[in-house]
């Protein structure tokens, strides 16, 4: 149950009730925007709602009076132990400590299942993430894209969504030429041919060394004295399908899978680019013109010609964009229209491109191309990702000797394993800077976020083992506890309290699926394992407190049916997030 949808159907049932009595129609009235939430601060209460706020206006009358109005119609109400009218007009509702326990059965039923919603109703969603260029081994700068991405599509369709994960293979430009180039010098290595310093504007790493020598292997020297033309495009497809070997094995080892690799020459090689930018102008989209000079340069750095433009000002954009480069060969951004329409012709109604920081200005233009393929009926989100400043105990981590140039996803995956890799990239919002200091997050503290959740996960465990220790005819599974715990033994405030923010978690996966912000799941766990291990300390200090009561076989079980109910949304939530509940730590 998501409490906070059950209590705005019990508000709205109410208003609808005062409405008629003050002669108005409820539908009339703008219910759909009363909203039941977590107050502020949890010294209020457990739920608060703005009814009285929103209907101010429409009714005529103080938000206090109707605050006032509203307590009424809910008092009396078993599952609401108290009520409170405060501020300029919100109404605070307590919960009873009954109705709590009473949904602790259901979290312990549904386990891992718990919190899933049905708000996406099986709309299919496209998220397009990582999509790194495929001229060499995946560095960290694409891990933090590659988790937000693949953490979103669980938490999708943990809300109810028909989630598609894709991949972009930008294999027709520029830096595939220069990677073959690349590939040919290293062949020519391998053929025995000194090649002193790989020259500017070559790829430098030694990932292209095996590459090099399986051309000799496979081709002998058949190309070493043979002119660019004849190699060239041999050359281009098989290091684009070595490097996208490379690239699969890389998410594999951060568990990363997608279900599509989509080519962006095959893209031009269908005729879909010069068919979509004709679909376009039919509909007086495109035409040719003149655009202003880009802000900030110098009229003689800018020389005006006429353009094939697209029309993004018409869809919010703040110039129109142009098509085709001065050779007559389409633009990137002609391309990309191309791509989007190809997802929206497979039936996706939600797009999300999770993209490097560096394309803020990449935002609007797609926004406006998606907004005119589809008429504005298809939703389009970028999510934009920042760097990740690698450091070891503070000081900047140096350069990769295999890539030449960066720190690969592989070594950091190799040093402190996949689970802290994906928790630590979702411990702030994709668009803050984050720092990842190896030292850091290999401590056992409250400090480094993935051991702390981990370590509640792992306390739960010890607690069951402990438990069939002093009871070892007890069933302890969840589904058991459910059934013969008796949870009215759960009267501390701290285990009510645990029972509330385990109640917060089906909203909360709403929530972040809506906004698109799957850190808040990060978050969320980070709490709910802080105030699980302050319930655990207080066994330190005081023995009647501890989950486990020698002797008291009903109070263990009620205790552990609890402890149960923690690990099952630990486990949840660690399952969109894409890391692994510990049952110990070692």
């Not at 340069?297 to 480069?325: H, I, N, Y």
């Not at 989007?340 to 497979?346: G, L, P, Q, S």
């Not at 990769?400 to 720190?407: A, I, L, P, Y």
């Amino acid at each position: 149950m998501n409490i906070f949808s059950h209590f705005e159907t019990i508000v709205r049932q109410a208003l609808e009730r005062l409405a008629e009595r003050e002669g108005r129609k409820a539908a009339d009235l703008p219910l759909a925007a009363v909203k039941v939430e977590p107050p502020r601060e949890r010294a209020h209460g457990d739920l608060a709602t703005n009814a009285a706020l929103v209907l101010a206006r429409p009714l005529k009358r103080k938000p206090r009076e109707i605050a006032e109005l509203l307590a009424d119609e809910l008092h009396g109400l078993p599952e609401i132990a108290a009520i409170e009218v405060a501020g300029p007009g919100f109404v605070n509702l307590r919960l009873a400590s009954d109705f709590l326990r009473d949904r602790l059965p259901e979290i312990l039923r549904e386990g891992t299942g718990y919190g899933a919603s049905i708000i996406g109703g099986g709309e299919k969603v496209n998220i397009e993430y990582v999509s790194a260029n495929p001229t060499g081994p995946m560095h960290v700068g694409h891990v933090r894209g590659a988790v937000v991405g693949d953490a979103l599509a669980n938490l999708l369709e943990k809300a109810g969504y028909a989630v598609h994960r894709e991949y972009y293979i930008n294999d027709a430009g520029g830096q595939i030429t220069t990677l073959a180039r690349s590939v040919h010098l290293r062949y020519r290595e391998a053929c025995g041919e000194p090649i002193g310093e790989i020259p500017p504007g070559l790829y430098p790493g030694d990932y292209l060394i095996p590459l090099g020598k399986e051309l000799a292997r496979i081709h002998g020297r058949a190309w070493l004295n043979a002119p660019e033309e004849v190699w060239l495009e041999p050359i281009r497809e098989f290091a684009v399908e070595r490097m996208m070997e490379m690239i699969r094995d890389d998410l594999a080892a951060l568990g990363v899978h997608h279900e599509t690799f989509f080519s962006e020459r095959e893209l031009h090689r269908s005729g879909r680019v010069e068919r979509t930018i004709a679909q376009l102008a039919e509909r007086g989209l495109v035409y040719r013109g003149v655009l202003e000079p880009p802000k900030g340069k110098r009229p003689d750095d800018w020389e005006p010609r006429e353009q094939l433009l697209f029309r993004a000002t018409a869809f919010g954009d703040d110039v129109d964009r142009p098509l085709q480069k001065s050779d007559g060969s389409y633009t990137y951004f002609a391309a990309d229209i191309a791509y989007h329409a190809d997802k929206i012709a497979r039936g996706f109604t939600q797009l999300i491109d999770v993209l490097g920081a560096d394309h803020g200005g990449y935002v609007k233009r797609m926004t406006a191309a998606v907004r005119a393929l589809s008429d504005d009926q298809v939703r389009f989100d970028a999510l934009l990702c920042q760097m990740v400043r690698l450091l070891r105990g503070g000081e900047p981590v140096k350069m990769s000797k295999r890539s030449g140039t960066f720190v690969t996803l592989r070594e950091v995956v190799d040093e402190v394993g996949r689970d802290v890799v994906r928790f630590i990239m979702l411990t702030r919002k994709n668009d803050a800077q984050l720092d990842f200091d190896f030292e850091k997050v290999k401590e056992q503290t409250k400090d480094n976020p993935v051991f702390y959740v981990q370590y509640a996960h792992a306390r739960s465990f010890s607690a069951r083992r402990k438990a069939a220790e002093h009871f070892p005819d007890l069933d302890l599974r969840p589904r058991a506890l459910a059934q013969r715990a008796d949870l009215r033994l759960l009267d501390r405030p701290e285990e009510l309290a645990l029972i509330r923010r385990l109640l917060e978690w089906p909203r909360l996966v709403e929530q972040a699926a809506r906004e698109r912000e799957p850190h808040r799941v990060a978050f969320y766990l980070y709490d709910l394992a802080a105030e699980f291990h302050a319930l655990w300390n207080l066994g330190n200090d005081d023995p009647e407190a501890r989950f486990v009561q020698p002797g008291k076989r009903d109070l263990t079980l009620a205790r552990l049916a609890l402890v149960a109910g923690v690990a099952g949304v630990i486990a949840s939530g660690l399952a969109i997030l894409g890391v692994t509940p510990r049952e110990e730590m070692r």
